[in-house]
């Protein structure tokens, strides 16, 4: 299955969807900061799962019709930073989207998520992620669960790695890459992390109007299932040492 994740930067890039999916032809898109009130109910081959609702910029879940059918859609609220407490950029910071794939004969929970910006300590962020991954296991209990997005963990990413692999999850980077801004904040922004799935590729695409380039996962199921029901991620976490963050 393809997967596109894209943080549009205050929805400035939203005029760049159609191309992209018409270009990629992913079988879901996942977004952040996009204008909920504004999203199209189709964008080209794709339907609208969901969006958040308590912030206009926010998430979204598009997924392919003619493979997919959507179960169940839940948004959820995260542990916030203080930059959420005094400006409320942000009440939910992740969307998770229950699937039925009619080619697999099988289900999967694909998510969408943001983390606190890089005002908040990882810490908070890493907190942010756990408390993720333990709500989309609510929504499909022992599934194979993908989650894209922009984690805003640009340093220490060795830490984060070990950190989700202690819960049976796999950190994935993509080929090169996601974020520019200022010339001076560089690196790996918007990752995925997965159980139940082997990550075959992660693409860094093209860079629009956002100051994130999008990524284009590629994953397919993985056979090994652990004594827990879950399956294992079956690849390694691409390294995450050297560029990560670049001034």
Known sequence: MRVISYNLRKNRASVELEALVNRYNPD????????????????????LADATSRNRLGLAL???????????????????????????????????????????DRELVVASFHAAPLTARNSLRR??????????????PGLPTLMVGDYNYPLFKENLSENVQ????DLTLSDSRTYTRYKVFRGH???????????????????????HMPILVNATY????????????????????????TI
């Open 222 to 245: 993985s056979d090994a299932v652990t004594p827990n029901g879950l399956e294992p991620g079956g690849q390694q976490p691409a390294p995450v040492s050297g560029d990560g963050f």
């Open 189 to 211: 922004y918007d990752l995925a992390t997965s159980i139940g799935l082997s990550i075959d590729s992660i693409e860094t695409l093209p860079r629009g109007t956002s100051d």
């Open 28 to 47: 879901m898109l996942c977004l952040q900061e996009a204008d909920t009130l504004a999203l199209p109910a189709e964008i080209s081959t794709l339907h």
């Open 62 to 104: 598009y997924y392919r019709r003619d493979r997919f059918a959507a179960v169940q859609t839940r948004t959820f609220a995260l542990k916030k930073s203080l930059h959420d407490r005094l400006l409320t950029p942000a009440h939910e910071r992740l969307i998770g989207t229950r699937l039925k794939d009619h080619a697999a």
């Open 166 to 169: 202690s819960r049976g999850y």
């Open 127 to 140: 907190n942010q992620i756990r408390s993720a991954h333990e709500e989309l296991h609510t929504l499909g």
